[in-house]
């Protein structure tokens, strides 16, 4: 158990609609990362929040957005959902956002219909 | 893009005897790390070696980096049945201003009972 936590773990809806995905850190970790793994893209960096700033961003799409909390915990919003969209996507935390471990949460697996 | 670049893609070993993966990248790295993978589950930190560093070793882990090559191998000794997963090298770009892991596509291994 990596101390990161991820809601919900399934999650099944069709085209077009809107879900948000729920990431908590491990305790006392600033910097929260999304990730998405598909069959054909593999693991992709989405973007990177470090106390509730946003520091880098990756191949995440304009339907895509995300914020962190004052909490530290982080809510990856997903939009006008496309087939293309089905994938797990993985929370990361760690503790300063810069040259360390990144410790992966359970992964919520979206399926769009 | 994928950064790192693993192989073999897929490894079939029996129990007791030694696996090695390769991971090659294309940048300059601050460090690299090896995640371990089961099926459709989150990704476990194995290990982390930074650029300046040429071998580390963790338990039946061993890892070694080479950044003339810009290569890194990991060797897991006596094998179990419960190693069995997917193995995936990560890379933290150097100068890049962010943290972000850059992922290979990964190695399957399966250690035969």
Known sequence: DSGVTQTPKHLITATGQRVTLRCSP??????????QQSLDQGLQFLIQYYNGEERAKGNILERFSAQQFPDLHSELNLSSLELG???????ASSPTGERDTQYFGPGTRLTVL | SQQGEE????????????????????????????????SGRGLVHLILIRSNEREKHSGRLRVTLDTSKKSSSLLITASRAADTASYFCATVISGAGS??????????????P
């Open chain 1, 26 to 35: 491990r305790s006392g970790d600033l910097s929260v990362y999304w990730y």
């Open chain 2, 99 to 112: 943290y972000q892991l850059t992922f290979g596509k990964g190695t399957k291994l399966s250690v035969i």
């Open chain 2, 7 to 38: 192989d073999p893609q897929a490894l079939s070993i029996q129990e007791g005897e030694n696996a090695t993966m390769n991971c090659s990248y294309k940048t300059s790295i601050n460090n690299l790390q090896w995640y371990r993978q089961n």
């Open chain 1, 85 to 91: 969209d089905s994938a797990l996507y993985f929370c």
